[in-house]
């Protein structure tokens, strides 16, 4: 409609459409529709084309890929008419990062306009700040579903029950870690112990694959209509299609991107694994190319009976136009536009078909819900408040560039790349290198999409810019693995996964979400009220509490331990109708805020405000009470034990306040200073105090302090 009213309205001018889309496929589609037109048109074969066409005015319809206009910006002289309307299609995708200054710099003058059903609404990625505005009225979800454009949306929200045998797999893991230091051991449990990691475990996944293949044969097989399962990575899509195999009952395709692109979800480990290369090298043999192999089933998926379901990561979850396919499994995250963008590939029009359902196995109920709140009854009013200008962002470039160079100030040879890492031996002055470079990639991802950038500052200066960050995000890289800041988990994650493979038990897929209309406030309403409530929120809280417990354990063992066992017995009292969803809301709100202020009504008021100290009255009263049950003053004793030991470890490893630099490692303090706790816990514990410690027991309460000292005092 847009081109028929430029065509007409402004034929005195000549005008010129350009359309511009991210896809092959839809470029062609596009092209072969204008073709049946009276309209002249042609597609871009290249950059250099591209900008023959305009010139010369061969074309009234010029269609081309976003990538084209690389090449035509660099190499061909600028198309200077205002006569040329470029219309974007699927702009949140294509106009981020420097493909869309290169489409700026190559039609300086042209009317730009986006097309989107869902406009990024992020400071630094904003659609309508891109574009300088909202065109009215915005034609909404809700609207082309009452005009049956689309079809409405049923959710059905699905659980596997999982029990986590704790003691064997925490066991097992001090085994395999064997090798790591305690900074290390504790990151890689951090990265193994995320939810999105132990949902990729293979009993979950055998037992949503039976529920799949069970729901789809009752519902959709011989119908006619197709099924996808979306995963978080390529192994565990690869896993999912083994087993669907071997239980035989719907056909099933895997479609993933080449070994050596990330695709998924950022994961514990990079490293591509055996099986992954394996089943491209099969999938390579069979059909030649990637685009072969994408294009072959994508074909079968449409044209033929096999396959049923079609298992992604992220494939055809964005642009993927296939009217038969009328269910999503959905196993893994996504939200805000990403999640609306690929449950849409369920809702086209299709003969028989009244409904386009999903079915969620990973829990995305409230992003879909936020989704669809922005999505579904559109209010740019209510956006505007969310845009930034990014020239802000820019301005602050030059100096958080100069950040990250200050602290390399003192290195005279600036190509000495050695004396990097060597300066960045000690520890702050790492992360301090660590954060300025994090703000630095910020401001350059969001100057390097905008024109403003391009046009304030030189090629040379955009080009040092560029070779700048590239040196530092390197060196960050090498002194991570250097100073052992980041761990190789290549080497681990078999046996860790074989841990939680059998470790991991899974119950029978439990639904907790009744099918409903996306699109019905009401009863959406009602559903995510009763997942996302008051137990729901308490969920929340206590998972987030227990992983904050479980990544700071050695820094207070004993206190840490203690409201890891309140938590576990507040879940418990709920779980088995002691407490009611308010009450347990209420409690774990209250420990979330004791864990996090490392307040305990136990710890004496002296020791209050000194967090070393702290943790060696746990530790100490915990020894206490094991050597001497009815010993009343053992608080007191402990909390004298505590604050001697803080003076005497202070005075050895602190110097003018602040800790020598690699006390932890150096035995000649560390050794005398044992002494001095030895002494006190015999002079004063044992004998005036009268607490029957051996020298075993006091070994075992120095050792447990200075390793907690070593956290604290760094």
Not at 69 to 81: C, E, I, L
Not at 528 to 538: I, L, R, S
């Amino acid at each position: 409609m847009l081109t028929k009213y430029f065509m007409s309205e402004m034929a005195h001018l000549h005008p010129q459409v350009v359309i511009v889309t991210d896809r092959i496929e839809l470029d062609s589609q596009i092209h072969n529709t204008f073709n049946h037109s009276r309209l002249k048109a042609a597609r871009a074969t290249s950059g250099k084309n591209l900008v023959d066409l305009i010139h010369k005015k061969n074309a009234d319809i010029i269609t081309s890929l976003v990538h084209k206009f690389d090449t035509a910006s660099k190499n061909h002289a600028v198309v200077k008419s205002k006569n040329v309307f470029v219309l974007v299609d699927e702009s949140h995708r294509t106009q981020y990062g420097e493909l869309n200054v290169q489409m700026q710099r190559a039609l300086p003058n042209a009317c730009f306009i986006a097309m989107t059903g869902t406009p990024l609404m992020k400071a630094e990625k904003n659609t309508a700040t891109k574009f300088g505005g909202i065109i009215l009225p915005v034609y909404t979800v809700n609207q082309a579903i009452a005009d049956k454009a689309v079809l409405p949306l049923l959710y059905e929200g699905r659980v596997v029950p999982q029990q986590v045998n704790e003691s064997s797999i925490d066991s097992y893991f001090e085994m395999v870690c064997e090798p790591l230091s305690d900074y290390e051991r504790a990151d890689l449990k951090k990265k193994f112990n995320r939810s999105d990691v132990i949902n990729q475990g293979e009993q979950r996944i055998y037992t949503i694959a039976w529920d799949i293949s069970l729901h789809y044969k009752k519902n959709w097989q011989n119908t006619g209509f197709k099924a996808q399962l979306v995963c978080p990575k390529k192994l565990v899509a690869i896993r999912y299609k083994k087993i669907l195999d071997e239980i035989g009952i719907i056909s099933t395709e895997v479609l993933i991107s080449s070994p050596d692109d990330r695709e998924g979800e950022d994961t514990a480990y990079g490293e591509t694994s055996d099986t992954i290369k394996s089943f491209w090298k099969k999938m390579m043999d069979e059909h030649g190319t990637p685009k072969k192999y994408e294009d072959n089933l994508i074909s079968r998926f449409k044209n033929s009976d096999k396959p049923e379901v079609i298992i992604v990561v992220d494939k055809l979850l964005t642009g993927f136009d296939e009217p038969k396919n009328a269910v999503m499994y959905l196993d893994r995250s996504l939200k805000d536009h990403s999640l609306f963008q690929a449950v849409a590939r369920v809702n086209r029009v299709s003969e028989g078909k009244d409904f386009g359902y999903i079915i969620d196995y990973y829990g995305v109920l409230k992003e879909l819900n936020d989704a669809i709140t922005l999505y579904g009854e559109y209010e740019p009013s209510e956006i505007e408040g969310t845009m930034t200008d990014v020239r802000e962002e820019i301005d602050k470039l030059p100096q958080r560039h100069s950040e990250v160079w200050n602290i390399f100030k003192a290195i005279a040879n600036k190509k000495d790349l050695e004396a990097y890492s060597q300066l960045l031996r000690d520890e702050i002055t790492r992360q301090l290198f660590y954060e300025k470079l994090a703000a630095f990639a910020r401001s350059m991802k969001v100057a390097l999409s905008s024109m403003t950038f391009f046009r304030n500052n030189s090629d040379e200066e955009i080009k040092r810019y560029k070779e700048d960050l590239t040196l530092f995000l390197n060196l960050r890289g090498a002194v991570q693995k250097r100073y052992s800041d980041a761990v190789d988990y290549k080497h681990y994650e078999a046996q860790i996964q074989k841990l939680m493979d059998a470790h991991i038990q899974s119950g029978k897929v439990e639904i907790i979400t009744k099918l409903v209309n996306i699109f019905n406030e009401k009863e959406f309403a009602e559903e995510v009220e009763k997942v996302v409530g008051k137990a729901a929120k308490a969920d929340t809280i206590a998972s987030r509490t227990a992983k904050h417990i479980t990544e700071n354990m050695d820094m207070d063992p004993a206190f840490y331990k203690k409201f890891s066992q309140l938590l576990k017995e507040t879940i418990a009292a709920y779980e088995q109708g002691r407490i009611d969803e308010v009450e347990y809301l209420k409690k774990v709100m209250q420990l979330k805020e004791d864990v996090l202020s490392h307040t305990d009504s136990d710890i004496p008021k002296e020791l209050h405000d000194n967090n070393p100290a702290k943790a060696y009255f746990g530790i100490s009263i915990e020894c206490y009470k094991r050597i001497d049950t009815e010993n009343r003053r053992l608080k007191e004793v402990a909390k004298e034990t505590a604050l001697a030991f803080d003076e005497i470890i202070c005075s050895t490893v602190l110097h003018e306040g602040d800790p020598v630099i690699d006390w932890q490692s150096k035995t000649n303090l560390i050794n005398p200073m044992k002494l001095r706790m030895e002494d006190y816990l015999i002079d004063v514990i044992k004998r005036e105090r009268e607490i029957p410690m051996t020298f075993d027991d006091m070994d075992l309460l120095i050792d447990q302090s200075v390793e907690v000292a070593k956290k604290w005092l760094r």
